[in-house]
Nanobody, 120 residues
């Protein structure tokens, strides 16, 4: 069992930055590939970034590539999502998720979500 707790959401103007954190606890946390999803009102929950257990490989959706950076601190069991050059269309609830193994397959555990609102 893995528990995920997100923090760092809030409101920001377009062009600004936010950093989300996801604190993981539980059994064998370091064996999970971690990801960030987001869900805007009326839309599906989309995977936007993943990072492998050792932080050596990261992948991004085209919508955030070049603006967002995912990283993990294995010593702290924490995953981060640095969001720069934010746009109003980035407004969504952001969820941290964990997928068992060395690459992303599917979410096995979810966090509770944190709201990000970007105003124009």
């Amino acid at each position: 069992q893995v528990q995920l707790v997100e923090s760092g959401g809030g409101s920001v103007q377009a062009g600004g930055s936010l950093r989300l954190s996801c604190a993981a606890s539980g059994r064998a946390v370091s064996m999970y590939t971690m990801g960030w999803f987001r869900q805007a009102p009326g839309k599906e929950r989309d995977l936007i970034a993943t990072v492998t257990w050792n932080g050596g490989s990261a992948d991004y959706a085209d919508s955030v590539k070049g603006r967002f950076t995912i990283s993990r601190d294995s010593a702290k069991n924490t995953v981060y999502l640095q969001m720069d050059s934010l746009k109003p269309e980035d407004t969504a609830v952001y969820y941290c998720a964990a997928s068992w193994g060395s690459r992303w397959i599917r979410p096995d555990y979810w966090g509770q979500g944190t709201q990000v609102t970007v105003s124009s």
